[in-house]
């Protein structure tokens, strides 16, 4: 094992205090977990946030969080010690953990989400097996490589199986939505994009002056605009973030036989919504298939499609904030206010 003096270590951990306007972060100094023969200590450099970490810091999370985690799952970092048994990774190596620690191949039947059943990454060291870990692309920078575990995974899995000259509809500018324009670009494919902000929708024009645009909050019904666009057949795939309220209208957009990858649940859960549900899925042969982020062999691939094309990410990047203004950032994100993706730098 390479030597490190390094004991102890700067951690943000969950207050699990949900009354609006209280502190949902507290910066603590903690011990370094012991590094055990297969793991890897990592000098943390960045950490991108997700939709998801402000929902877990204000109690909104569907699935059970351990109490007073560390938040977050996205994280890029360097390698600084390694345990005697590691044998993949190397001191020097740039890497970030995938965000369900249980999925490696897509075959494994247990689930461990990073900042959720274990503690997450919003620290400035970490430990991990090296088993859970992928190497990122030398290419990027760190703010750039700390948005591929998450967002880019969950696009690039939301994506997957389609074809040149197929039309994707993606739901809103967020951090997933955005990785999947790119990608969606980068592949050929031909793009609807939805926000509710019509800013932002000519922002992601001036980006990417091919896509077609809908605003679903001046518009809503979106699904019949979506069917005039594409002629009357629908798109092949939707990229589904909004959820319950949302799930119905994209199954009707799609053509027959079409994909709906169900990524976000950001509508809520009101069964209400989904009274169609059965007739539409059936009468329009949909194929709805659920999206949790992706296995390390996911992982892998796209950071081998991105280094094949050095394909930039900074354009993803709406802001930074330093790590000590955690808070601040989850905050941000909680409003709705970014294009993309909130980075942390440390
Ligand atoms: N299944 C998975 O593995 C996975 C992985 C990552 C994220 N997610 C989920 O995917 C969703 C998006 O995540 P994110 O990190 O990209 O979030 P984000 O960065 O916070 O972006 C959310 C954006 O979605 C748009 N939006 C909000 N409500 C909407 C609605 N009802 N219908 C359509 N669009 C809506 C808004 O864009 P405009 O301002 O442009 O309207 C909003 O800015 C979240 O529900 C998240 O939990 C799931």
């Known amino acids: 094992m390479s030597s490190t003096a390094i004991t102890q270590r700067r951690v943000f951990r969950r207050t699990d205090d949900f009354t609006p306007g209280t502190p949902k972060l507290k910066l603590l100094q903690e ?15 960045a950490v991108a946030l997700n939709y998801r970490d ?12 351990i109490p007073n985690g560390i938040l977050c799952n996205d994280a890029a970092g360097e390698v600084i010690a390694v345990g005697e048994k590691v044998a993949a990774l190397a001191v020097g190596n740039r890497v970030g953990p995938i965000t369900d620690t249980e999925n490696i191949s897509g075959r494994e039947t247990e689930r461990s989400w990073l900042a959720a059943n274990e503690d997450g990454v919003m620290a400035d060291h970490l430990v991990f097996d090296e088993a859970v870990l992928c190497n990122l692309p030398d290419y990027l920078d760190w703010e750039e490589a700390s948005v591929i575990p998450c967002a880019g995974v969950t696009a690039w899995s939301a994506l997957k199986g389609m074809s040149i000259g197929q039309t994707v509809l993606i739901q809103g500018t967020g951090g997933v939505s955005v990785f999947a324009l790119k990608l969606a670009s980068a592949a050929g494919l031909r793009t609807i994009l939805t926000s509710s902000s019509d800013a932002k929708l000519q922002q992601m024009r001036e980006m990417y002056p091919s896509i077609l645009t809908v605003n679903y909050s001046k518009i809503p019904d979106w699904d019949i605009e979506v069917m005039k666009l594409t002629g009357g057949v ?6 589904e973030n909004g959820g319950a309220s949302s799930l119905v209208k994209s199954l009707k957009c799609t053509r027959r036989g079409g994909v709906v990858s169900q990524v976000g649940y950001l509508s809520g859960q009101d069964p209400s919504h989904l009274r169609e549900l059965i007739p539409t899925i059936i009468d329009r042969r949909i194929n709805l298939r659920g999206i949790n982020a992706g296995s390390k062999h996911d992982m892998e691939d796209l950071c081998a499609a991105l280094t094949a094309a050095r394909t930039p990410l900074k354009d993803l990047i709406d802001r930074t ?5 955690a808070e601040e950032a989850v905050e941000y994100i909680w409003q709705g206010k970014q294009i993309g993706k909130i980075v942390l730098c440390l």
């Open 31 to 45: 011990a370094l977990p012991q590094l055990g023969p297969t793991q890897v200590l990592i000098k943390v450099h």
């Open 54 to 65: 402000a929902n877990i810091a204000n109690g909104g999370n569907p699935w059970p969080v």
């Open 234 to 239: 629908g798109v092949d795939i939707v990229v």
């Open 321 to 325: 904030f330093a790590f000590e203004e």
